[in-house]
C-alpha cells in the first residue's frame, strides 16, 4: 500500500516536472538554431510522408538560396543522393514525436480538402512549410528535452532525497546549457541528453532488479548503448564506459546487454553506404570546408582547455559556474565506487565525460560555431549535474556538524546557482544576436576572447533594453537621425589594426571585412551593435548593384558604441562579392534597423566604389599590353619647369582591367625625349585613374604632367605603366607623341 501510494506521488511529481520543463521552454515563443538542426527537424517527418531518407525533393529549395553551392548541412552521398551530413539517430530518438506532428498534418489536409474541395497536402519542401518546420522542431526539442529533465529527476530519486533530488534537477533543467541548446533546437545534444538519462536510469534501475527484470533492463542499456554513437559518434565514450561498468558488474549477464548494442550497425551501415565512412558525413564536412577538426599539439589543447573553461563568451564556468560544484561530488562519489555499485557507474560515466571534455580540447571548432555558451558540454550535463547531487547531498550530512562553514558554502552554492540561471534566462528570452554581429566569430577568433562585448553582455543589454525601451517614440526618433560616411577601407584580417583602400579587382566569392568611419550629425543618439537593441538599431547598408543596375547584394556594416551628436566612430562588417564577373557599384548608407534610412540619406550622395570582379588569371596566361592615348586639346608651347594638367582621353584595349588601387597598380604617364627621341627624363609624373577601367572602357582624365628645366624641343610620350610589370609603349603599344616648344616664358 505504501509502495504504491509512494509510486502516485512520484507520478504527479514527474508531471509537475515535465509541465513545469514544457511551460519554461516554451515562454519564448521562438526557435533558437542553427543550420546544423534542420536535416534533423525534416528527416523523421520526411521518411513519414515521403517515405525516403533522401532530401533529393529538397533540392534547390528555400535552404539553398543563402549558399553558392550545397548548404552545409546537407551532402551528396555517394550513391548521388542528397543527405544530411549529420548521423540519423537524432531523427530516429525523435520518430515518435514526429509521427504525432505527421497525424497532425494528415488532419489538416483532411480538413482543408473537405472545406474547399480541392485536394490539399502539405509540401515539405516548400518556403510555406517553414513555420509549421519551426514549431515542430521547437516542441520537439522542447517534449525531448522536457522528457530527459523527468527521467533524470527519477534517477536521482533512486539515489538521493527529495531536496537533493528537486535542486539538482533544477540545475540540470534551468542552469546549464540545456535550456539554452537541448530544448531549443533539435540538436544532437537533445537527443543525446534524452538517450544518456534513460541509460543512467536503467542501470540504476538494474542494480535494484532480480533476474528477469534485470534481463530486461541490461537489453535496455544496450539499445541505448548502440543509439549514443549513431546520435553523435563522440557519444561512443558513454557506451564504452557502460559497456565496460556492466560487464566488471554482471559477468556472464552482460550478454543481454551486448545483444542491444546491434542497433548501431545500422547506424554505421548507413554511414558507410553514403559516404564510404563509419564516421558518415563529417569527413564529407571536412573535405568540403577544407576543415582539420583535430589537431593533436599541446598548442591546440591549452586552447581548448582554456576557451572551453573560461572563455568569457564560450567558457563553462563563465555561463554555468554552478558546475564546479560536480569536482567535489565526483570525490564523493569515486570515494564510494569501489564497494557500491550506482558509484562505481557514476564515477565510469564520469570518467567518460572528462575524456569527452579533453578531446574538445584537440577540436579546432572547440567554441562549437553559431552557439550559446559551452554547447559541446551539453553531452555531459546528465552526468555533471548527477555528481552535484552527490556534493548537494554530502551538504546536507555536513550541516548537522559544521553551520558556519555550511552556511558560507551554501552563499557561494547559491549565488553560483542564480548566475548560472541568469545566464539561461538572458540567453533564452534576449533578442540579441552575438556569434555572426559584427564579425562571425568563425572568422574572427579574437572575439571569444574580447572582455568589452561578450555575448551574455550583449544579451543582457538586449534583455535589457527590451523591457526599458531606450526609444520612446520611433518617429521622433528616426526624424532627428543624421550622419556621414567619411571613409570605407579594408580591414587586414591578419593585422586588424592594418586599413587599406577596398580594392578595385577582386575575385569571385572573394570575402573583405570593411571599417567604415561615421559621424553622427543628427539629434538622436546613435545605438551600436552591442546594444542588442533592435528595431533602431544604426548599422551602415551596403548594396552592390551590377552593371545592369540590378542589385545583387544586401548586407550591413555594423556601428559600434553609443555615438551622440558630432560624435566620431565606426561600422565594422564582412562582404563576400558576387561569383558572377564583372564591374559592381558598392553603395553605402546609414539605416536604423527596422526603422527606416536616415532622413537626410535623400539628399546627401551616398558613399560609392567600384570595383571589378575578375576570375584569377591562368599560369599562363599572357597580359597584351595595349592602349589608345589622344591629346585632347592641341598644345605646342609649356613653360620650363612647370606642374599643369592635361586633358587626355584614354581607352583600355588591353585584356585586362586597369586599376590604380590594385596590387600591380595602372596609371597614366610619360617621358620626355629630346629632338632626337632621346629619352631624357624616363619616368614622368603618374595620375592614378579615377574608376576601374574594364577592357573597351574609355574615360578622359587630366594628366599631371612636369616640363623640362631647360628651353628647347622636345617630345612628350604619354603612356600607360603598369607598376613592377612594365611600360606599356616599351612592350609594343601605340602610344601618343606630341611635339612640345619648352619657353622660358
Not at 534551468?174 to 541548446?181: D, L, S, V, Y
Not at 553622427?520 to 543596375?549: C, D, H, I, Q
Not at 599590353?625 to 585632347?632: A, E, G, P, Y
Amino acid at each position: 500500500m505504501q509502495a504504491e501510494k509512494s509510486k502516485n506521488i512520484l507520478c504527479i511529481e514527474c508531471f509537475l516536472v515535465f509541465t513545469l520543463c514544457c511551460v519554461v521552454y516554451l515562454a519564448n515563443k521562438r526557435l533558437i538554431g542553427t543550420g546544423d538542426s534542420i536535416p534533423n527537424s525534416l528527416l523523421a517527418l520526411n521518411w513519414l510522408r515521403n517515405h525516403t531518407l533522401y532530401f533529393d525533393a529538397f533540392r534547390d529549395n528555400y535552404f539553398f538560396e543563402n549558399y553558392s553551392g550545397l548548404p552545409y548541412f546537407f551532402a551528396e552521398s555517394k550513391t548521388k543522393h542528397l543527405v544530411s551530413v549529420y548521423p540519423i539517430g537524432t531523427a530516429v530518438v525523435s520518430l515518435p514525436i514526429y509521427f504525432i506532428f505527421s497525424i497532425y498534418l494528415d488532419v489538416i489536409d483532411f480538413i482543408k480538402t473537405n472545406i474547399t474541395g480541392i485536394p490539399f497536402e502539405f509540401d515539405l519542401t516548400g518556403a510555406s512549410f517553414e513555420p509549421y518546420r519551426q514549431a515542430f522542431e521547437k516542441l520537439a526539442a522542447t517534449l525531448a528535452t522536457s522528457l530527459s529533465v523527468v527521467i533524470f529527476y527519477i534517477s536521482s530519486r533512486l539515489k538521493f532525497p527529495l531536496a537533493t533530488s528537486l535542486i539538482s534537477t533544477f540545475i540540470y533543467a534551468f542552469a546549464t546549457n540545456t535550456w539554452m541548446t537541448s530544448s531549443q533546437a533539435l540538436w544532437q545534444h537533445t537527443a543525446t541528453n534524452l538517450v544518456l538519462t534513460s541509460l543512467i536510469l536503467c542501470l540504476l534501475k538494474a542494480n535494484r532488479a532480480e533476474n528477469t527484470h534485470l534481463r530486461l533492463l541490461l537489453f535496455i542499456a544496450g539499445f541505448l548503448c548502440g543509439l549514443l554513437p549513431i546520435i553523435r559518434p563522440t557519444n561512443l565514450l558513454f557506451s564504452i564506459a557502460a559497456i565496460l561498468y556492466v560487464t566488471s558488474i554482471y559477468r556472464k549477464v552482460a550478454l543481454f546487454l551486448l545483444l542491444g548494442l546491434p542497433v548501431s550497425l545500422l547506424g554505421m551501415a548507413w554511414n558507410f553506404y553514403n559516404f564510404g565512412s563509419f564516421l558518415g558525413g563529417y569527413t564529407a564536412l571536412s573535405s568540403a570546408y577544407k576543415v582539420t577538426f583535430y589537431r593533436f599539439n599541446f598548442n591546440q589543447f591549452l586552447q581548448g582547455f582554456l576557451g572551453l573553461m573560461f572563455s568569457p563568451s564560450r567558457g563553462i564556468f563563465v555561463f554555468s559556474p554552478i558546475v564546479i560544484f560536480c569536482i567535489p561530488g565526483f570525490w564523493q562519489a569515486f570515494k564510494k565506487s569501489k564497494i557500491h555499485q550506482d558509484e562505481r557507474l557514476i564515477t565510469s560515466l564520469a570518467i567518460a565525460a572528462i575524456a569527452l571534455f579533453l578531446s574538445y580540447c584537440f577540436y579546432t571548432i572547440w567554441w562549437a560555431g553559431g552557439s550559446y555558451g559551452p554547447r559541446f558540454i551539453s553531452d555531459a550535463t546528465p552526468i555533471i549535474c548527477y555528481l552535484i547531487g552527490y556534493f548537494i547531498n554530502s551538504q546536507f550530512n555536513f550541516a548537522l556538524k559544521n553551520q558556519k562553514i555550511f552556511i558560507s558554502s551554501l552563499a557561494i552554492f547559491l549565488i553560483f546557482l542564480a548566475v548560472s540561471t541568469y545566464s539561461q534566462v538572458l540567453g533564452a528570452f534576449s533578442k540579441a544576436e552575438w556569434n555572426g554581429i559584427p564579425i562571425n566569430v568563425d572568422t574572427q577568433h579574437v572575439r571569444l576572447w574580447d572582455f568589452r562585448d561578450t555575448q551574455l553582455s550583449r544579451h543582457a543589454n538586449s534583455l535589457f533594453f527590451q523591457i526599458v525601451k531606450p526609444i520612446e517614440n520611433l518617429v521622433k526618433y528616426s526624424q532627428a537621425l543624421a550622419g556621414s560616411i567619411e571613409k570605407v577601407e579594408r580591414v587586414d584580417m591578419q593585422r586588424p589594426n592594418n586599413f587599406s583602400p577596398i580594392p578595385d579587382i577582386v575575385l569571385p566569392n572573394e570575402p573583405l571585412v570593411l571599417r567604415a568611419k561615421l559621424r553622427n550629425t543628427g539629434k538622436s543618439r546613435w545605438l551600436g551593435y552591442e546594444s542588442g537593441v533592435m528595431p533602431g538599431e544604426v548599422r551602415v547598408r551596403l548594396r552592390a548593384f551590377n552593371e545592369s543596375n540590378v542589385q545583387v547584394i544586401d548586407t550591413r556594416l555594423f556601428v559600434s558604441g553609443l555615438a551622440r551628436h558630432n560624435d566620431v566612430t565606426e561600422a565594422i562588417g564582412s562582404l563576400k562579392f558576387p561569383v558572377e564577373p564583372g564591374l559592381y557599384r558598392l553603395v553605402f548608407d546609414l539605416i536604423a534597423e527596422g526603422v527606416g534610412e536616415f532622413p537626410n540619406n535623400s539628399r546627401n550622395r551616398p558613399y560609392e566604389v567600384v570595383v571589378i570582379v575578375q576570375p584569377k588569371l591562368a599560369k599562363n596566361f599572357q597580359q597584351s599590353f595595349l592602349q589608345d592615348i589622344d591629346l585632347v586639346n592641341n598644345t605646342s608651347y609649356l613653360k620650363l619647369n612647370t606642374k599643369l594638367n592635361l586633358p587626355v582621353r584614354i581607352k583600355n584595349i588591353s585584356n585586362f582591367p586597369w586599376s590604380s588601387y590594385s596590387s600591380s597598380p595602372v596609371f597614366l604617364s610619360y617621358h620626355w625625349m629630346d629632338k632626337n627621341k632621346n629619352v631624357i627624363a624616363r619616368d614622368g609624373l603618374r595620375t592614378p585613374l579615377p574608376l576601374v577601367m574594364l577592357p573597351n572602357r574609355e574615360t578622359t582624365i587630366n594628366a599631371l604632367i612636369e616640363t623640362p628645366k631647360l628651353p628647347g624641343q622636345y617630345t612628350l610620350r604619354l603612356t600607360m605603366v603598369q607598376e613592377g610589370v612594365a611600360w606599356f609603349d616599351e612592350r609594343g603599344a601605340k602610344s601618343e607623341d606630341v611635339p612640345i616648344t619648352v619657353v622660358s616664358e
